[in-house]
């Protein structure tokens, strides 16, 4: 499927738009789908794990807290430490909820082992524009990431990035889209957005098989 498409599904939803190769709503028409497919994926990144598919990598700096967030990316659902020997995932790190410090909450002398630095990082917390990590970094780590990252915009030629079933709804929002009035209220389309969108998540989300999460033993004690 090509974002011709798509195009053509809002022709057939509204007979009064001109969507064809070379016709005058085209670059429109694609701007507007293009605006329904970020409302999707916005309500795609609020679900854990849904179409997590997207992988990639980021690296750490000896002596620097922090690393940029990777662009595009909406969910973060985990992060890997790769082996440099094998350039394989070897464990995952934490996530830290508490910002302040970014180290986990437990007695000492525990937690001054934790936190000692510098070494190689286990532990993370991110607020969407930077990865903090726990311990400083003592050198350049790559560390792999997991999670759900935004898709390239349409256009009539390139190939439509999800599944044939979310071409539809990206239609009908879009075409709604161009039949707003000057003065119709904007809430009426987000609520349009969750009736529109929010049976296919439903759908994707019977792929999601989840259960508790393991416990990770980094330290063994002799004593």
């Not at 997991?146 to 879009?174: E, H, K």
């Not at 003065?183 to 994707?204: C, K, T």
């Amino acid at each position: 499927m090509t974002g011709q498409t798509v195009l053509n599904y809002m022709e057939d939803l509204n007979r009064e738009l001109e969507l064809q190769p070379g016709e005058a709503d085209v670059a429109r028409g694609l701007r507007t789908l293009n605006v329904a497919q970020d409302y999707f994926e916005t309500l795609v990144g609020q679900v854990k794990g849904l179409m997590g598919s997207h992988t990639s990598t980021v690296t750490t700096t000896a002596s620097t807290e922090t690393t940029a967030f990777p662009t595009g990316l909406l969910r973060l659902d985990s992060l890997w430490f790769v082996d440099p020997d094998d350039s394989l995932p070897d464990y995952e790190l934490s996530s830290i909820d508490d910002d302040g410090g970014h180290a986990i909450d437990i007695p000492w002398p525990l937690r001054q082992r934790l936190v000692q630095s510098p070494g190689k990082p286990w532990g993370y917390w991110t607020n969407g524009t930077s990865i903090y990590w726990t311990p400083l970094p003592d050198a350049t780590h790559t560390i792999r990431w997991y999670g759900f990252q935004r898709q390239t915009d349409i256009t009539a030629a390139g190939t439509f990035l999800y599944d044939d079933g979310v071409a539809f709804p990206l239609a009908v929002f879009a075409v709604q889209i161009l039949r707003r009035g000057l003065d119709d209220p904007i809430g009426d389309y987000i609520a349009l957005a969750e009736e529109v969108f929010r049976p296919q998540i439903r759908m994707m989300q019977r792929f999601l098989r989840q259960r508790a999460p393991t416990r990770q033993y980094r330290y063994v004690h002799d004593t």
